[in-house]
């Protein structure tokens, strides 16, 4: 999906996603000192408010701009301060070293297109800082539900961790995660998460 479909997709509902941030991401960052966080591909913003409420400093981008305004609306009603932009996670000037956090959350990009942005990210982290990718996995296709359909997108957490260690990342989780996940029906349904958790070494 582009960006304009993706604002078609925001603006067709008042909120497309769960409010609440996605578990494995709490229970991947629940080990994290709070310091300051990039949440790429922020949509509504769930991961950037609830980091936020844990005394993170965060920058959140997407290049929905429906997305974007709905999350800063959202900081802004629950008190936040966080520095939201709409920017194309591709073309962004990586700063070096700086965060402490790269949070990348149902966010997929194409094999093609991995290796740029994972060293851009790799160097824009702080020594101890964590990458934190945590999106559908290849499984998902056949025993969860929602997410792409096209099996390039979809993460297999092995070849993502020999990507990563070939930056110089530690990768310290590769797993591929059965769960049941809430809907914004109200319904619990099967979801199969991969989640890769690299650390800059110090
Ligand atoms: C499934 S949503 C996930 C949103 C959020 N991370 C979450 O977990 O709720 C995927 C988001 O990626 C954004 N996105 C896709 N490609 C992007 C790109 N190249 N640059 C910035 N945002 C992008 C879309 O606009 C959309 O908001």
Do not use: C
């Not at 966010?107 to 990458?131: E, I, N, V, W």
């Amino acid at each position: 999906m582009d960006r304009h479909e993706w604002d078609e997709r925001y603006a067709q509902r008042e909120q497309t996603f769960t409010p609440e941030p996605n578990r494995q991401v709490v229970a991947e960052v629940a080990g994290l000192a709070p310091g300051i966080a990039l949440d790429l591909a922020t949509g509504e913003g769930r991961h950037a408010v609830w980091l936020a409420s844990l005394g993170w400093r965060v920058v959140a981008l997407d290049y929905a701009g429906v997305g974007v305004r709905r999350a800063a609306a959202r900081a802004r009603a629950e008190g936040h301060t966080i520095a939201f932009a709409q920017a194309d996670v591709y073309t962004l000037h990586w700063p070096p070293a700086r965060f402490d956090l790269v949070l990348a959350a149902f966010f997929h990009p194409r094999p093609s297109q991995r290796g740029a942005l994972y060293r851009a990210a790799a160097g824009a982290l702080r020594p101890g800082g964590s990458l934190l990718q945590v999106s559908y996995d290849k499984a998902n296709l056949t025993e969860g539900t929602g997410g792409p359909k096209d099996p390039e997108l979809l993460l297999d957490p092995p070849v993502l961790a020999r990507e990563l260690g070939g930056l110089g990342l530690d990768v310290v989780r590769a797993d591929t995660v059965r769960l049941r996940a809430p809907t914004m029906d109200g319904e619990e349904v099967d979801v199969v998460n991969a989640v890769i958790h690299a650390v800059r070494p110090r």
